[in-house]
């Protein structure tokens, strides 16, 4: 006799399924293949020299201190620089309100963890982010998904969801991930007052809100609660992340929350894996500070706005008629939304063959009840690839998407 | 109106707290303080300049790699020297067979996410690791204890524990935390039959085999079931950890199992934090090749096997009669008793102002029904304080027990 395995693995081990885009990632080994796939950084932007110095710096002068067990709640000096780069946003938040993360991955998992029972109702953009819909359905919720059109989430849509009683809801204000879109003030305006109304949370992910290349800034969801409500963080968690803006392999997120709501996000965090790298935090600081981060950001900024006008140009001419795309003021990727009927899972194994990568719309959406994903849209990412790919990236995609016209 | 907060929270976070040595940790801030009380290494010890260098070589050589996005299952050089270190201890395990975590405290969550659904039972050594009953009652599972005596967790115990159907067991072999002690080879192989008999998976946890200070190493349970079952980890998912050989600051830990066991781990830490950092990673395969990691342990092994000769030395001349401890032959703990009726959670508060440390033994016994903590123990952490400290710290905490005494 043995053990037998299958039977002892917890129910929510049934749901879970390795994710297409980790699959497709796999696949971007073969150095012919241009990949709009993966949400990746441009590597060439790293700002590896900096991150020399710095570790140099941390090691020599603080070396027991950056390789000893640490807080839980993350490196003081880093939180109290991210405290200040959201009160310059408009968050008013101190550096205890900050609970340093393993990327912002952990604090959708964290997030998870501190709110979702079994069976609970998780209200989400659709499409929204992949990675929180696989965190939270490991905690066996339901997904309610409110569509997006141009100027972001639909308030009536919303409201309309928030009638199945949601735990939660799980906004990403800017460049959305993978819609592209913008919420417009207005309705971010909307969200506080539908979250005081209903009296359920807004959780705020905001990866790539520093990384606009056109039109003004607005305000994210956190600061206009703070503004109305005089007391901040009342309606909603802030979750930021340096993935996009200084390095993803360093995993380094955080949560901003109430004082009385971001203790349980400790605890748990704390049963989870004790602390992030102190280490990490402890470089990530030396190289952001002193204006270092604000002057890499722009830097970031006018490569990727290059490489966004770049595809969308090259969209213009090779795609066929009848495909429709967004325009992203910011972040990392755009969406393409194919003629209705057709699916643009058989389109990636065409492209593939073309030797150029995509991720399919439909994972983006999560499992709802009633509901089928949308097939024929696909999500773009045009931070990662160098400007002569694009061109030729997506004049391959182009003949892709004409052979399945065909 | 406004949320509503505590209508929001997950019925899981009803049990979180903060763990007690997290709290102690905090107390340990007063510079005037000896504390026994964290398992903290010795940071004198932590190969500083090894790591300036190798992070100077990784970032010079692999800037970008170490920077960018990684797979989740981890860095393959450094799985590949884990392997190959497992094999060196008799557990025949390929490179593919291991899962990179942040630090063996994930590791242990992830075996909660993988295999414990609500009101499951884990059965575990009575007192056990805090930090594994703190990551494992967040999944609502019930405890079952089985109690160690000086040959480590009884085997009579764990067969009449094994009755109340468990998902798993969770055992420490090797210097247990907090107990001290070490499991007979015999008991080993106890185990391994009655995994095979019961059909319940051991989750072998190994955090400090490498350090010994006297006697022979035994075989990892991993290595018996290996060897008895021709197959490798057919019974056994082992965790290690570089916290206590190399450095805990920078969280690295691993799981080691069988293909379709590991699997569903690495879906779970795709969803939990995508993948450890990168750069700490390939910095800490960096330092750790070519022989360092083991010329490093056994300076670790020097140091801390005097520090524990000079606490039990300590503890002879300076407790009163009556208190018992044990003399592990490893590790970090030593576990103290006083006779019976004594209670070292007030003995804590006169330690303190003795100005003293320790984890009173009581929070090391998972909650169970129907029985209590025992709570005439202590846990005494010895690698931490350096010569000097471990002298006047056991003659003040001498003192304190005799006050209490009295």
Redo the contacts between chains.
């Keep these: 006799?043995?053990?037998?395995?299958r039977y002892?693995?917890?129910?929510?081990?049934d749901g879970?399924?390795?994710?297409i885009i980790?699959e497709l990632?796999k696949l971007t080994q073969d150095p012919d293949l241009i990949s709009f796939a993966?949400g990746?950084?441009a590597?060439?932007l790293?700002p590896?020299k900096e991150?020399?110095e710095a570790?140099?710096k941390v090691?020599?002068e603080h070396?027991?201190?950056?390789?000893?067990?640490?807080?839980?709640e993350g490196y003081m000096p880093f939180r109290e620089l991210i405290a200040e780069r959201m009160n310059r946003d408009g968050i008013p938040v101190s550096a205890d309100q900050i609970l340093i993360?393993?990327?912002s991955?952990?604090a959708l998992?964290l997030t998870g963890?501190?709110?979702?029972?079994?069976g609970?109702t998780v209200l989400l953009e659709r499409p929204s982010y992949l990675?929180a819909i696989?965190?939270w359905?490991?905690?066996q919720v339901r997904f309610k998904g409110a569509e997006i059109d141009h100027e972001g989430v639909r308030i009536e849509a919303v409201e309309d969801a928030l009638m199945t009683g949601p735990?939660?809801m799980y906004i990403l204000p800017n460049f959305q991930n993978p819609g592209g879109t913008t919420l417009t003030l207005e309705r971010r305006e909307r969200l506080v007052e539908l979250?005081?109304?209903f009296?359920?949370?807004i959780i705020e992910d905001d990866p790539y809100g520093a990384l606009r290349y056109e039109g003004e800034s607005l305000p994210p969801i956190a600061a206009i609660d703070a503004r109305s409500?005089g007391e901040s963080l009342?309606?909603v968690i802030y979750l930021g992340t340096f993935?996009k803006i200084l390095?993803?392999?360093?995993?380094l997120g955080w949560v901003a929350a109430?004082p009385?709501?971001l203790r349980?996000y400790?605890?748990?965090k704390?049963?989870?894996?004790?602390?992030?790298?102190?280490?990490?935090q402890m470089v990530a600081y030396e190289v952001s500070r002193n204006g270092f981060l604000d002057r890499h950001i722009q830097r970031i900024r006018e490569v990727y706005g290059e490489r966004r006008n770049l595809m969308l140009d090259a969209m213009k001419r090779y795609f066929p008629e009848g495909v429709t795309w967004t325009a992203p003021q910011g972040g990392l990727f755009l969406w393409a939304t194919l003629p209705d009927g057709m699916d643009t899972e058989p389109l990636f194994k065409q492209a593939i063959q073309e030797k150029v990568a995509f991720v399919p719309g439909y994972v983006f959406y999560a499992p709802e009840i009633g509901r089928e994903p949308l097939r024929n849209s696909m999500r773009l990412n045009f931070s990662n690839a160098r400007p002569e790919q694009i061109e030729e990236g997506i004049r391959r995609l182009g003949r892709a998407i004409e052979k399945m016209t065909r």
């Design positions: 006799m043995s053990v037998n395995w002892r693995f917890a129910f929510r081990t879970m399924k390795s994710s980790r990632l993966g990746l950084p590597p060439e790293f590896v991150f020399e570790s140099q090691l020599k070396g027991s201190k950056a390789l000893q067990y640490s807080p839980t993360t393993s990327g991955q952990q998992d963890e501190v709110f979702l029972d079994p609970d990675g696989q965190a359905a490991a905690y735990k939660l979250s005081e109304q009296g359920v949370p409500n009342e309606h993935s390095a993803p392999g360093l995993r109430k009385e709501v349980y400790i605890q748990a704390q049963g989870q894996d004790l602390h992030t790298s102190i280490l990490t």
